[in-house]
């Protein structure tokens, strides 16, 4: 194999002459189409660095918001140092876990110990990032701990050595045999959990989109009623005023929306006239053109793109530099469990949407043993993330979104993803620019990304028997309970800096054990994807199927309607003889009915069935 066949490939696939011509829409000319790259596609290095760098860029917004919003909001507020360093253990510990889910390690001895191989890690392009289920529980209990004297790195401390404790659970579903897996995840559970991530993604998006998710979440401060009661400012950190770079302003102002709709628009530009290169790359191309516009754009004077956090980021940084050491908090242990579940489903449904982007079969054995894997890689994870001073690591179900858009399955992309993030943990200066993309560029591209992972979910529903009663009632009470909650979720949970004042279970009063399993259920009951799968999961397991409805014979050919046939003369007369002489007539004509033509637009009864 020579160089260039390593750097750029060989063979009709990597034709960079036809990869790279521009589409001219509307000209009536074959386009060229854009070539899928299955999981073992052995990608050339560039294509592969190119590809992985956007799986990277479409993560890094959602894996380094949890660790930063505990570290400023929570932890502590004025230590910048302490932010940057959650920032690049974040990104550390995502790209070394990312490379251990895709590899699928086997593990020694389970096949005599289980029956059968088990591995770490799903074997597909799914890769692992910093887990939002978790940050509601550790700003809580680190709030809760702050209250009681204890500083609040090492209350930190105290969640990730909790966390890693809890982890365990996943290794428990992890080894759960595959015939029982699939009968608590059939395809109906699946298409659901994935839709239902899907819907609380592109609500995420929206956030970002806005002008960020913090501020998105603290907009009910400004409101009027708000006000006139508590007073104003009301708990002004963190408050409902959103900042890009050096602009502040409140949520879902127009000069943040534009920034967004610069990505949007110009994701639209690549798919009418963008070669095929263009269009695998569109994820990238459109995030740096929007960057582009917010760096070359100003509010009043004031910059868009806050390049102080570049100066400011050191130039190599690596794990544990900092170290909060590992404790155990008995109030979190009930929330974790209930958030270890959560992204279980999570996991499953990510594994599900990752097989049917990457178009593989659900129904297989292999399809088994990459969610066992998966679910194994998210335990293992969440464990090292501790150890690697970061919060838990679970699949990020985003990255599905870039390979449906970008064509791209194959593992090789993934493993440059895991290069990519950990380089940009290590050198900061990177780390400093991607921190530095405002938020409404990066909501531009994630809304857009993530609305794919909702249209795989309803793909998912393509390949069930909608017409069955038992299908359509799963599917609509779990979609009624869990979209209802992904839209409004303040139902069953706090809103932010207003812990236990949710009228469904106010708890202000209860035991620190008590307030913990009290918050542990609000998380359960307001994630969207969490209840709904659970729901769907219940349904499916004490539903019966439905009775098979009876085989009636159809007597008359849809072919002979319209025609004249002796079967319908209105001359013959109603004698029990005449009866069946028709009954003879038609039996006949049905057989020798010629069969339908496609071509010529008739369908035959199997169309109709």
Sequence with gaps: ???????????????????????????G?????????????????????????????AMVGGLITPPYVVFRFTIDFMNVELQQYAIVAALITSGICTIINILKV???LTKKLFGRQLYIGSGLLSVMGTSFTFLPIFEIAIQQMKADGI???????????????????EVVFSVIPGRIIQMIFPPVVCAITVTLIGVALTGTGMKYWGGGVVCAEMIWKEHGQVVDYVGDPVNPIPSATC??????????SAEFIGLGFSVLVFLIFIELFGSTFMKNSNVILALLFGYMVAGLSNYEGMPYVDSSKIESAPAIDFLWTHWFGLGFYGPAVIPLLIAYIVTTVETVGDITAGHEVSELNVKSKEYTRR????????????????????????TFSQNNGVIALTKCASRRAGFATGFWLILMGVLSKIAGIITSIPDAVLGGMTIFLFANVLVSGIALFGSLDLKSRRIRFIAAMSLAVGVGVTVWPFAFQDMRASSYTAAFWTCSDCSETMKGFRNGVSIFLSTGYCIGSIIAICLNLILPEDPEEPNIKQSVHWSMIGTESNAFDKSVKPSSSGLEEIKEEVSDDENDAPQANPEEGVSNNEDYA
């Design 1 to 27: 194999m020579g160089l260039r066949q390593i750097i750029l490939g060989e063979g009709e696939g990597y034709d960079y002459g036809a990869l790279c011509m521009p589409a001219v829409p509307y000209c």
């Design 29 to 57: 000319k074959a386009r060229h189409p854009t070539r899928f790259y299955p999981v073992d596609e052995p990608l050339p290095l560039l294509i592969s660095l190119l590809m992985g760098l956007q799986h990277a860029f």
């Design 106 to 108: 086997p593990i020694p």
């Design 151 to 169: 500083d609040g790195t090492v209350a930190y401390g105290k969640m990730l050595g909790t966390s890693a404790l809890c982890a365990l659970l």
């Design 243 to 252: 900042q890009n770079g050096s602009v502040l302003l409140p949520y879902g």
């Design 371 to 394: 969610v066992q894997g998966g679910l194994m890689a998210d335990a293992v994870c969440s464990v090292l993330a501790s150890l690697f001073t970061s919060m838990p690591n679970t």
